[in-house]
DNA sequence: GTGGGTACTTTCTATTAGTTAGTGCAACTC
DNA sequence: GAGTTGCACTAACTAATAGAAAGTACCCAC
């Protein structure tokens, strides 16, 4: 492929939204987010404390994005104190087992990826 | 990433390993340069051609945090003007696929992401 | 009436991403 | 033979973003 192209493709790429749906999906919290709701829905602050080092304001705004995008759905019951569950759609249940799969893939090869970083230090610290 | 950043990489790496792999995996220039590097190995002024709009300095920092982590190998010859190759690991093959496989998807299902946008986004702005 | 819980929003600061410029050397152009 | 370009970075700086903390508004238990 010609230079010029391969330029051209770029550009286009980076207007094309496809990159960005692909970064909410695979989010720092967002990966986190969808492996739990997998499992059942949740509430707010229930999901808070199951992932754990979340900010309130980030979860919010992961939860926000990823509801725009179709993946979770929101179900604010109009009581007092609030109470509002969240739970995958189905478009948001096919992104969150692949995403459990690269998660559970991660556990599976973490000692290899320790050996690796081992290996990696030691060999520029003498 | 604070990659000098020796002790607190390092204490960060003791609190949740687990979940600082599968953040490496799934970052931002992460995914982008898995992909990539699936297809054939790559020269790094190529990779960054490749994927476009990406800083040298995120991507050379991608690319050590890979490397150390075993999922990307460098290959630098020592000559002039230097040329050094990037190419997979079998391990950073595994994850890449997987990261693949999440990026197709996200491909296929784009029309329903927008769609989905356009019914929230209309929903509060009658 | 103090403390805790609900689901957020707002403000402010720490961290991180991105931009720009510089490195040393060779191979081109002109 | 001076100037430009490309290579693979690094360092210094600035813009953007994440995270911490506090505020909101309401209820319940003690």
Redesign the interface.
């Known amino acids: 492929m010609a230079?010029s192209d391969?330029?051209r493709?770029?550009?286009a790429?980076?207007m094309c939204?496809?990159?960005l749906?692909?970064?909410h999906?695979?989010?720092?919290w967002g990966?986190?987010v969808l492996i739990r709701l997998l499992e059942r829905p949740y509430r707010f602050s229930e999901l808070r404390r199951a992932i754990g080092r979340v900010s309130e304001k980030m979860l919010t705004q992961t939860l926000q994005t990823l509801?725009?995008?179709?993946?979770v759905h929101r179900d604010a019951k109009p009581v007092i104190p609030p109470r509002v569950d969240y739970s995958l759609t189905g478009?948001g249940r096919?992104?969150a087992e692949?995403?459990r799969?690269?998660?559970r893939?991660?556990?599976r090869?973490?000692a290899?990826?320790?050996?690796?970083?081992q290996?990696?230090?030691e060999a520029r610290t003498p």
């Not at 509801?67 to 993946?71: A, K, Q, V, Y």
């Open positions: 230079v391969e330029g493709r770029s550009e790429e980076a939204p496809h990159r749906v692909l970064e999906v695979t989010s720092r990966v986190l509801e725009r995008d179709g993946l478009l096919e992104a692949q995403v799969e690269l998660a893939w991660t556990d090869r973490m290899d990826v320790l050996a690796a970083r290996a990696y230090d």
